[in-house]
């Protein structure tokens, strides 16, 4: 007998709107979109945010970290944040647990060298007729000098939120903790990995980015150039298991250098992509590239070896990369009319699809950066599990409901390696299992609240099943 499970659930909306480069904007919320924005007011060079509601996906406010715009595109009542702010790597905005109406904006400095340090900024939404208007700005959250590399993560118990950051001139991480009490100015510091400085004042440059399900943190460095990759502890703050990935080539004076820029990761954790702007090095140019890593293994060297250019440029350069709720990772590039596009960023090397000039951009131009953003969100919304009683279907789940732990069943003849990512209800990733190579995986329940969760395997040609289930 066949049963047929057709569960709804709404994901979570608050990404599904951008605003960036030159009033450029992007809509996931129309079947994961994107619709081509043009409306907006922004002037972002680099870091510029988002906020959506969570539930209808309608646009609350932007900004570039110098200004912060309404749903109107109206400059807020003394919004003006950090001057010059618009060439800052990065800026978030995350919402205040406990409460449906207030938000934190945290800014940083200028390459370390302006005198802002890290900053938070509070908006209210219940102010100007529900538009919205800043309570406070400018709070001091860590003094100068700080790196422009700002990157939220959900904590571990799924309300409260970690800021994370890097000073400058030194090899600190600095984690805070945003609760329903507010921000906690005591930050959770774990010292590991280079010392971010060089006498360019180039290293703080250049994004740092959380895997989807908030256990990895990705950054790079411009000067002697690395990207760096650990483990972070979404209970504790604490970052670890440092890998770190040279690449050639160093900054000099006159602006030749690595031009390491931007990182994402794949939907699934899977797979790391960084970009890197191109160089007119005399008698040896670099290209601009977009490349990827299997991290799957853990292991440096083997993650060495596993780096693919999947694009090289002469012409452009390669700048901010951000993970959208469609699953597709977009390139930016500077003073350009199109985004590019990987496609299918849980597939290795080249058939990520990677797609230059692929969504235009409706006569606006983009820069630098794209959206920061906090839990990577899915736009899908509804999945169907078949199951049955007396005869295997292609997935099942069993028991389904379950307490404890449950054994998921699917078609893997071949042994392909593949991953499992599950999902909570707000589409946020809360768990990710790499290199199955069997036809059945054990789902742990002890990790999961109870409640339903969607997941998918995907390997390199693709997703080979996806369904949902109940933890209780």
Known sequence: MLMLIALTCGAQKQNN?????????????????????TDGKIDGYEGCASISDKVTGQLLFYTNSDSVWNQNHVAMPGGKLIHTGSTITQVAIVPKPGSSTKYYIIT????????????????????????????????????????????????ANGTDIWIIGHLYNSADFIAFLITASGIHTTPVVTTIGKIHYDI??????????????????????????????????????ILSNLITLPENGSYDLIGNGSGLYGTAFSP??????????????????????????????????????????????????????????NGKIYVAHHLSNYLSVIDAP?????????????????????????????DYTSCETTTQLHETTNNKSETTIYPNPFEG????????????????????????????????????????????????????????????????????
Request: with cysteine; glycine share 12%; hydrophobic share 35%.
């Open 346 to 374: 849980d597939n290795a090397g080249t058939a990520c699809n990677y797609m230059d000039d692929g969504l235009y951009l409706g006569g606006k131009t983009c820069s630098w950066g794209l959206n920061n953003t906090l």
């Open 200 to 237: 360019t004042g180039i290293d703080p440059i250049g994004e740092m980015k959380a895997s989807p399900d908030g256990t990895k943190i990705a950054l790079v460095t411009l000067r002697h150039p690395d990207v760096e990759l650990l483990d972070f502890d979404k209970t504790t703050g």
């Open 108 to 155: 940083s400095e200028i390459q370390a060298f302006s005198g802002e340090g890290l900053r938070f900024h509070e908006v209210d939404m219940t102010l100007n007729s529900g538009l919205g208007g800043l309570t406070f700005k400018d709070s001091i959250l860590y003094p100068t000098p700080v790196t422009e590399k700002i990157t939220p993560i959900r904590h």
């Open 405 to 472: 732990n449950a054994v998921l069943e699917f078609n893997n003849e071949s042994n392909t390696s593949c991953t499992l990512t599950i999902y909570n209800c707000s589409g946020v990733v809360v768990n990710v299992i790499n290199g199955i190579t069997g036809n059945r995986v054990l789902v742990e329940g002890k990790s999961l609240s109870p409640g339903l969760y969607f997941f998918t395997i995907c390997a390199q040609k693709g997703i080979m099943a996806h369904g949902k289930f109940i933890s209780k």
């Open 268 to 325: 699934s954790g899977q797979f790391l992509y960084v970009s890197k702007w191109k160089m007119p090095v005399p008698g040896s140019p670099t290209p601009g590239l977009v490349f990827q890593y299997d991290i799957s293994s853990n292991d440096s060297a083997t993650i060495q070896a596993t780096r693919v250019n999947i694009f090289t440029s002469t012409s452009k350069s390669m700048y901010g990369l951000q993970l959208a709720p």
């Open 17 to 37: 709107i951008w605003y960036f480069g030159n009033g450029a904007g992007m809509d996931f919320n129309e079947k994961c979109g994107p619709t081509v924005l």
